[in-house]
DNA sequence: CTCATAGTTGGGCGATCGCCCAGGGCGAAC
DNA sequence: GTTCGCCCTGGGCGATCGCCCAACTATGAG
């Protein structure tokens, strides 16, 4: 088939994962029709089983995408950083967009909470967190930082949950969480 | 009316609101309807809106009753502990029960989600929140800790957090995150 | 006993759901 | 110029949705 045509499908298809990326957040994953994404995208309701097998196949991709994405420009917001206290001011900063309200915030917790109901989804989204707390477990044990491994757990959940309380709790910025979490970093030499 | 007829009523409410909190944990908020609700309630469909005003009135009170219970629960945990390395051990440990897959757990974090798109739901459990966020700060000041409103603040949120991953890394126990986040706990005299 | 009232029943309303599919458009291959 | 194959259209399928309501039961008040 044509160049054209072939392009034009691919764009089609990505509108789709885009407008699904925004309507998980706005709607809820489970409250996201085929028709509603049509129209977000700007295309024809058939098209969406046309491009994709079934909806949640579509919801899935949109998710794991974003997801694999965030977890690449952390990885090279670790490359960046130099000490401890610094990677964590970075990381809490670069948070700051995100209220817990925005669509990414939204969509992230919405796919952890899809994850416990589909054993796909589970697998793709806990290789993708493993993956990224292997990744700061490796930065934190080469900064000297005791217990890497669990360390870089907790820190991860405890910056999930911060985004998820921002939610409602918009004076949760990162200026007031930074000096207390900063607690969480505990060099060797150091004793909790 | 009569005792008996007013006794059933009300515990056919409540069967309803007991349904509510396991379909919102199992399907979603969104996913949850009133065929369905009724069906594990035991009762007629009509049921549902003959004693509540809408499906969302059912699922808000729902979750905001056993938001508080559980706000109860903590409240009475912080009373009984001395130390706050003892009160976060005892925090842990009772939450060592929730899975992140077990019912309570994702009641939490599915209402957090809706709250983001409900003005009345967001209100009562913004209140909720605010209410335990102040309960834990008043106790960690008593008890020594240093700016005892923002470490209340992130360490209900890094708890919410490791809830969320551990939906996904059940190796993320209590004996594996209470050394961590004890770091978070800083007395007057100590520097972070 | 009669009436009023609260609780209950089960089906019906229009809307929307995921998914499907017959058929049209259209550039590439020959 | 004909054929092929991919992209796309839009409506239809049965199921399910939230909500409603006329009719029925049961029980305390008069």
């Given at each position: 088939m044509a160049r054209t045509a072939a392009e034009r499908g691919r764009e089609v298809r990505q509108q789709l994962v885009g407008a699904a990326r925004e309507l998980i957040a706005e709607r809820g994953w489970s409250a996201v029709s085929t028709r509603m994404l049509a129209e977000r995208a700007g295309v024809a309701p058939g098209l969406v089983h046309y491009h994709f097998a079934s909806l949640p196949a579509l919801l899935t991709e949109a998710a794991i995408g974003a997801m694999r994405s965030a977890v690449e420009e952390i990885g090279q917001l670790l490359d960046q950083a130099g000490t401890p206290a610094q990677m964590l001011d970075r990381m809490l900063t670069a948070l700051e967009?995100?209220?817990?309200?925005?669509p990414l915030s939204l969509l992230f917790t919405e796919t952890y909470l899809a994850a416990t109901r589909d054993d796909d989804l589970r697998a793709a989204v806990s290789g993708i967190v493993v993956d990224l707390r292997d990744r700061l477990a490796r930065w934190l044990g080469g900064h000297g930082i005791s217990e890497p491994e669990r360390t870089a757990a907790v820190l991860a959940a405890a910056i999930d949950g911060v985004v998820l309380h921002r939610a409602l709790?918009?004076?949760?910025?990162a200026r007031t969480v930074a000096p207390i979490l900063r607690g969480i970093l505990r060099t060797e030499g150091e004793r909790g």
């Amino acid at each position: 088939m044509a160049r054209t045509a072939a392009e034009r499908g691919r764009e089609v298809r990505q509108q789709l994962v885009g407008a699904a990326r925004e309507l998980i957040a706005e709607r809820g994953w489970s409250a996201v029709s085929t028709r509603m994404l049509a129209e977000r995208a700007g295309v024809a309701p058939g098209l969406v089983h046309y491009h994709f097998a079934s909806l949640p196949a579509l919801l899935t991709e949109a998710a794991i995408g974003a997801m694999r994405s965030a977890v690449e420009e952390i990885g090279q917001l670790l490359d960046q950083a130099g000490t401890p206290a610094q990677m964590l001011d970075r990381m809490l900063t670069a948070l700051e967009v995100h209220t817990g309200r925005d669509p990414l915030s939204l969509l992230f917790t919405e796919t952890y909470l899809a994850a416990t109901r589909d054993d796909d989804l589970r697998a793709a989204v806990s290789g993708i967190v493993v993956d990224l707390r292997d990744r700061l477990a490796r930065w934190l044990g080469g900064h000297g930082i005791s217990e890497p491994e669990r360390t870089a757990a907790v820190l991860a959940a405890a910056i999930d949950g911060v985004v998820l309380h921002r939610a409602l709790q918009p004076d949760l910025t990162a200026r007031t969480v930074a000096p207390i979490l900063r607690g969480i970093l505990r060099t060797e030499g150091e004793r909790g």
